[in-house]
């Protein structure tokens, strides 16, 4: 399925445990709903993205990122609301092409969450 999202979509699969150094991604299923789900997403960490943390770490190795920005090519910083309305579109597509494909073979369309665990 083509998607976009900011940047691409960039990231498929089941939950993740986190682990020390990074967080995982997963969810807590309400009742009823599968706890084995497929996510999809993408970061916001490109050429032209302004990110703080980041930013901080390679200063200390002498890269300056805030230099590196430009009245052509100005560094961005993605909030918490833009973040949301790109996953409210990503969600939007994976919606509309799970209606087409249901639509196309008259079954509904079976998705990585709905298949059986191997």
């Known amino acids: 399925m083509p998607a976009e999202a900011h940047g691409g ?3 498929a699969g089941y939950c993740q445990d986190g682990a020390e150094d990074r967080p995982g991604v997963c969810h807590i299923p309400e009742p009823g709903r599968p706890d ?3 996510w999809l997403g993408f970061d ?3 050429a032209h993205d302004a990110t703080p943390t980041m930013d901080v770490r390679l200063l200390k190795v002498g890269i300056d990122m ?3 920005s430009s009245d052509l090519f100005p560094r961005i910083y993605r909030t918490i609301d833009y973040v949301r309305a790109e996953v409210a579109y990503l969600a ?3 919606q509309a092409a799970a209606i087409s494909a249901s639509n196309s073979t ?3 369309l ?5 298949a059986k665990a191997e």
């Open 110 to 114: 079976t998705l990585p969450s709905q």
């Open 66 to 68: 805030a230099s590196l």
């Open 9 to 11: 979509v960039n990231y």
């Open 36 to 38: 084995r789900v497929w």
């Open 106 to 108: 008259g079954e509904p």
């Open 92 to 94: 939007g597509q994976v």
């Open 44 to 46: 916001c960490s490109h």
